[in-house]
Nanobody
Framework: VQLQASGGGLVQAGGSLRLSCEGS????????VGWYRQAPGKQRELVAA???????NYADSVKGRFTISKDDAENTIYLQMDSLKPEDTAVYYC??????????????WGQGTQVTVSS
């Protein structure tokens, strides 16, 4: 599975960005896809994820501001980020997890895309 992320950039606080991540395989067959981020000096953290059944999960820090969605036909996931704050500044990574019928877990990562929010 290859993941190609795009859409990062520089935005002022309060602004919006939309990240996209296109997968090389049919994402309907992937158990969950989502976005993580890593700020300088910090650990990578989950931002948002969506399952094949369309259940979503968000970090508390982004609830109400970020929205994850997916387009199965386009094999693409999106992260709409509104009301951005300087603390959202990080490299954002798209992620896919496949769990096989014998419970083997496979994690795949896209290249990071930089999001910088200026105050």
């Amino acid at each position: 599975v290859q993941l190609q992320a795009s859409g990062g950039g520089l935005v002022q606080a309060g602004g919006s960005l939309r990240l996209s991540c296109e997968g090389s395989v049919n994402i309907m067959n992937i158990n969950s896809v989502g976005w993580y981020r890593q700020a300088p000096g910090k650990q990578r953290e989950l931002v948002a994820a969506i399952t094949s059944g369309d259940s979503t999960n968000y970090a508390d820090s982004v609830k109400g501001r970020f929205t994850i969605s997916k387009d199965d036909a386009e094999n693409t996931i999106y992260l709409q980020m509104d009301s951005l704050k300087p603390e959202d500044t990080a490299v954002y990574y798209c992620h896919a997890r496949i769990v096989t019928s014998w419970s083997q877990i496979y994690d795949y990562w896209g290249q990071g895309t930089q999001v910088t929010v200026s105050s």
